[in-house]
Nanobody, 127 residues
Framework: QVQLVESGGGSVQSGGSLRLSCAVAGHTYSIYSIYSMAWFRQAPGKEREEVARIRKSNGAADYDDSVKGRFTISQDIPKNALFLEMNSLKPEDTAMYYC?????????????????WGQGTQVTISS
């Protein structure tokens, strides 16, 4: 099994930046078997949405149009970590942000492919 723990959330003003981290822990083989990871977010009263995803083998990344050019997803494989650098933040970026991982070998992954989820970290952007 894999455990994911997010950190780095907080409250910043519009135009500011935050860097989210996701620590990956668990059985060595389960971590090795991760194929891709992603960041999702969910704002109050809204459906969960994927904002960025990354393929572990080559670092290929995709972004939702709403964050393209402002957010950057990255990984540190030796340290079992995932990151989301968020710049030019807007009030509409306010949400709980979740880290997710899947061992299913599909790219791009479907939202329901993600088997492992963190507890989330809150991001609040004030205008």
């Amino acid at each position: 099994q894999v455990q994911l723990v997010e950190s780095g959330g907080g409250s910043v003003q519009s135009g500011g930046s935050l860097r989210l981290s996701c620590a990956v822990a668990g059985h060595t083989y389960s971590i090795y078997s991760i194929y891709s990871m992603a960041w999702f977010r969910q704002a109050p009263g809204k459906e969960r949405e994927e904002v960025a995803r990354i393929r572990k083998s080559n670092g290929a990344a995709d972004y939702d149009d709403s964050v393209k050019g402002r957010f950057t997803i990255s990984q540190d494989i030796p340290k079992n970590a995932l990151f989301l650098e968020m710049n030019s933040l807007k009030p509409e970026d306010t949400a709980m942000y979740y880290c997710a991982a899947t061992s299913i070998s599909r790219w791009p992954p479907r939202s329901d492919d993600f088997q492992y989820w963190g507890q989330g970290t809150q991001v609040t952007i004030s205008s």
